[in-house]
């Protein structure tokens, strides 16, 4: 038997032991205490099976209120985004073409693949735009195997669009709206590359290859597209930066979605903190947050976790996580989860063994208070930039740095120089459909409903120029912070943030337990 097998065999009769039945009662099995902790409560009967290929709030009252099209957003918000976007165009012939995968927020929150939307703005009617989405018809045998379809009749009604037809008659409406207008073309589809219709990630006949319109369908719509370019390349636009500036600014539904996802995510920070204890890999604290976000009704995580112990930390996007945690280390998690279409984004770092040691209260502090100071500057009357956060992130981490001996050994002192290499990241990024919604926002000033994450955090590299207590020690700390005009609203404040907190939900003194 091989080193290295030992090994492994040995790590996992330690997870076994751990978990093992008691000499003297059956009742402390882990499994009994899942069973207890995840008690199914009562919830109003569904109607089965579904009807739609979504949730509807027939098939689930549980996720669904009346009128909604996805959880916690109406049918009529959705049709509200769509005119805001078309009454912002400028052309008066403007035509929108949104595909699948790309509009979740504009095209009425059809989640069906396959599928696309497009908008005409019509200046001359009460609505001012013309709404038609395209998607898979009913197809009995097919659903037989991929699920229910939502279908061309039952989806008007739904969704509040204009009208719907197959998905296979795009290109031909695609031709005919494009032949009687001259307007602006908007689309999230392929755009020209090199002077030639192509892209080589995503082209239209990969994007509608899956929908079953066999091999002439694709070369359909490269025609079309390919006949616009060539004809007015100047009229094709992006519609993404028109969009993500709609999306800047959070509705208040939204914002009550992204505050549950803080929540329950933070909720998942507090129970991971006490699940950690030495001896335990990275690997299972990632999981067990997973599994917390999963239990309380999140669709996936919002990105790869980081569980980065000890010196691991030392790396930003450290997402191995397979390393066994330590006496004495500290772990940096940065993990979120995906709630309602809607991303969270939070960073803890805790001691394994559940108390700081006091260089690593020390360190933990200076990161801790420049957090502080950056969330209360995230108002709208304070006028300030992402830019100006990050500039007031490093010099009030600078000063606090100081103060714990950084930079004393120095002819120059803690120079900017020396921040580079302890804090080289961004303080801060939008956030909420998509984890990092746009970096052109950077130098825009914050609005009220803009989320943004406010982020610091601190890296020190063995280096003699740096205190020896701190060596290899990585601290960040990130909330979600939502802007109002006079004050800021962290959204994941259930995840402990102060030293006493954080010691006390490790030690299991405040009432959270791991489950």
Known sequence: MSAKTAATLLYRSKIVSRISLSST???????????????????????KPATHGQPTHRTHPHLLK??????????????????????????????VVCLAGNVKYASGGFNEPESALILEKTP?????????????????????????????????????????????????????????????????????????????RRTWSNIFKPAGLGSSGPTTYDSVMSEVYAKRPRSVRQLAPVVLEMRSVKSEAEQRVMKLAGQLSGTAHAKTMKFTEP????ADLAAHFEYICALGGAERPAYVPVVASGSN??????????????????????????????????????????TFT????????????????????????????????????????????????????SAFGLTLGDMD??????????????????????????????????????????????????????????????????H????TANAPLEIADVEGTCQGLLGVGPY
Request: charged share 25%; glycine share 8%.
């Open 313 to 354: 930390a030392l790396m930003i996007h450290y997402t191995a996580n397979n390393q066994v945690m330590e006496e004495g280390e500290m772990v940096l998690m940065d993990a979120g989860c995906e709630l309602h279409g809607y991303a969270s984004d939070i960073t803890r770092t805790w001691p394994v063994s559940g």
């Open 124 to 200: 001359s009617t009460p609505k001012g735009h013309k709404s038609t989405l395209f998607l898979r018809p009913k197809n009995p045998r097919q659903e037989l195997w991929d699920g229910t379809r939502t279908g061309v009749d039952a989806a008007p009604e739904f969704l509040g669009v204009d009208q719907v037809l197959p998905i296979t008659e795009l290109p031909t409406y695609l031709q005919s709206v494009l032949a009687e207008t001259e307007g602006d073309l908007y689309t999230s589809g392929p755009q020209q590359d090199s002077g030639k219709y192509k892209s080589k």
């Open 488 to 491: 800021a609203v962290r959204l």
């Open 421 to 486: 290499r302890l804090y080289p990241h961004f303080v801060s990024h939008a956030i909420g459909v998509d984890l990092h919604e746009s970096g052109e926002m950077r130098a825009r000033k914050l609005e009220d409903g803009m989320v943004v994450t406010i982020e610091p955090g601190i890296y020190v590299p063995p280096d003699p120029m740096f205190p020896k207590a701190f060596h290899n020690m990585g601290i960040r700390l990130e909330d979600d912070i939502l802007v109002k005009r006079n």
């Open 279 to 282: 001896g335990r890999s990275e």
């Open 358 to 409: 006091q260089p690593q209260k020390d360190l933990y502090t200076a990161v801790l208070n420049t957090l502080k100071t950056c969330t209360e500057m995230c108002t709208e009357e304070n006028g300030v930039s992402l830019f100006d956060l990050h500039r007031q992130s490093v010099e009030t981490l600078r000063e606090e740095l100081k103060q714990i001996g950084f930079g004393s050994g």
């Open 66 to 95: 009346a009128n909604e099209i996805t959880p916690g957003i109406t049918k009529n918000e959705y049709m509200q985004r769509r005119k805001k976007l078309m009454d912002n165009l400028s052309d008066d012939n403007a035509v």
């Open 25 to 47: 009662s059956s009742s402390k099995l882990p499994i009994r205490r899942y069973s207890q902790a995840v008690r199914t409560p009562s919830l109003p009967k569904s109607l």
